[in-house]
């Protein structure tokens, strides 16, 4: 078991690209939870498109080459249309897959996702105790449900596990819930020092990281699976990782857009570059990638230049990065081979 991989071209080529090949579109900033390390509150404030104006740019998209979209959140199900402009995606000949919490998950709503081929994203941080210390009093039995409803009617299932200050020693439970839930794959991913996280900072840092990875690695070999790790290249670098797979978000050719149309360079970051309905996809592309921040983003930093990944890691995650150091290049701050180095 492991995440399947969407196919991607590498960043070096991205200036000969002319189109996103995915979007991520955060059709929402509302949520009928509060994460303390949800870094999609800086959206909540923004006005979201219509349905009309999602599909026209879905249309724009799909007719430049555009191969598949990521409905998320804020809790995109909050949104009464979000089942027709799923409907609009398959039509469009888009593969399409949404995140959410699974509380508002029903039989109707999988009915239709399922009927779609929608694939279904969710957050797990740990057992009970764990789940409800970080969404709230009652929110398991309402996560659980949903879960059960989604396998229940057939829908592929992906279990993301947040790693923050609050579950860093509970990953490997974690793991094991996600697999009794009839997960069909798994990823992990260290929560950032943005939005909400800032408040509460319950962010990861790179000691408790490397604890919740040789956790996440011994019962993966136990286990005989495999675990995605987003958001942290660096891992590849790692000798005994040998069930964590890294993958690198400057190797796609992705799109992140806010809730209001805007591109953003990260959607973590809430850098905003252009807007896809203002400019159209192509332009709004043009921008992101001719914005000076992008370009940094890509260089290799000077304090990675004598490591063994360097060409495939690049530094590791650049939006860390930039919340670090206010500035690009620079490495991932969560890399303990950089930790160690400045240590």
């Known amino acids: 078991m492991a995440l399947v991989m969407r196919p991607a071209v590498l960043r070096d080529e991205v200036q000969a690209m002319t189109r996103p090949e995915s979007l991520i579109w955060i059709i929402t900033g509302r949520c009928n939870l509060r994460c303390p390390y949800c870094y999609a509150e800086q959206y909540m404030n923004d006005e979201e498109l219509g349905a009309r104006e999602m599909i026209g740019v879905l249309e724009e998209a799909a007719d430049t080459g555009a191969r598949y979209v990521q409905f998320t959140g804020g809790e995109p199900l909050l949104r009464r249309d979000i089942i027709d402009v799923l409907e609009a995606t398959v ?3 888009l593969d399409a897959s949404i995140f959410t919490n699974m509380t508002l998950m029903n039989n109707r709503i999988a009915a239709r996702l399922a009927r779609l081929g929608i694939d279904v994203y969710t957050s797990l941080d740990g057992p009970r105790d764990v789940y409800e210390l970080v969404k709230g009093k009652g929110s398991w039995e309402r996560f659980l449900s949903g879960v059960k409803t989604a396998k229940t009617m057939g829908l592929w299932l992906h279990v993301n596990i947040p790693v923050s200050k609050l579950n860093f020693n509970r990953v490997s439970d974690a793991i094991r819930l996600a697999i009794d839930l009839g997960a069909d794959s798994i990823s992990l991913i260290p929560t950032m020092p943005s939005g909400r996280a800032l408040r509460t900072k319950s962010f990861i840092g790179h000691d408790l990281f490397l604890r919740a990875l040789r956790d996440a ?12 790790v987003w958001c942290a290249p660096f891992v590849r670098a790692l000798s005994w990782t040998k069930h964590l797979i890294a993958s690198n ?12 149309g805007d591109v953003l360079l990260c959607d973590v970051t809430g850098i905003r570059v252009a807007n896809v309905v203002r400019d159209g996809v192509l332009e709004a592309w043009r921008k992101l990638l001719e914005r000076p921040l992008m370009k940094a983003a890509m260089k290799i930093p000077e304090e990675c230049k004598d490591c063994a990944i360097r060409a495939w890691c690049r530094g590791g995650c650049y939006t860390r990065a930039l919340a670090k150091y206010g500035r690009l290049p620079a490495p991932d701050p969560l890399c303990p081979l950089i930790a160690k180095r400045n240590s």
């Not at 690695?217 to 995605?228: H, K, R, S, T």
């Not at 978000?249 to 209001?260: F, G, K, S, T, Y």
Request: hydrophobic letters at 50%; proline letters at 4%.
């Open 91 to 93: 039509e469009l000949g």
């Open 217 to 228: 690695e011994q019962v993966a070999e136990e286990l005989g699976i495999g675990i995605a």
């Open 249 to 260: 978000c400057r190797d796609w050719l992705v799109m992140d857009i806010a809730p209001n």
